[in-house]
């Protein structure tokens, strides 16, 4: 099994940025992707960022421009550092890993999913 750690998050006036990161503990092993996902209140989840093996990044549009994933595959860690926070940017968000290759990053997929945190952008 694999557990994900998740933290960074917390309460953030808008136009602020924060740093959320995750750890994978475990069974770990080279994940093919690592990613976020967020779920607002009255929302459905959705697909934030993901980062693949291979070095690719990918964004939603929500949230292109103002976000950058990162990735530490020696610690098994991926950071999603976020700026020009929004209001609507408050969610809960949650760690993603996927072992093997997934035609698409953004769908809810993943074999492994955190607890989620949450981080909430006050206007």
């Known amino acids: 099994q694999v557990q994900l750690g998740e933290s960074g998050g917390g309460l953030v006036q808008a136009g602020g940025s924060l740093r959320l990161s995750c750890v994978a503990s475990?069974?770990?092993?080279?994940?093919?992707?690592m990613g976020w996902f967020r779920q607002a209140p009255g929302k459905e989840r959705e697909f934030v960022a993901a980062h693949t093996w291979s070095g690719n990044t990918y964004y939603s549009d929500s949230v292109k421009g103002r976000a950058t994933i990162s990735r530490d595959s020696d610690k098994n860690t991926v950071y999603l550092q976020m700026n020009s926070l929004k209001p609507e940017d408050t969610a809960v968000y949650y760690c993603?890993?996927?072992?093997?290759?997934?035609?698409?990053?953004?769908?809810?997929?993943?074999?492994?999913w955190g607890q989620g945190i949450q981080v909430t952008i006050s206007s």
């Open positions: 993603v890993v996927n072992r093997n290759y997934l035609e698409r990053v953004d769908r809810p997929d993943y074999d492994y």
């Open positions: 475990g069974r770990t092993f080279s994940f093919w992707s």
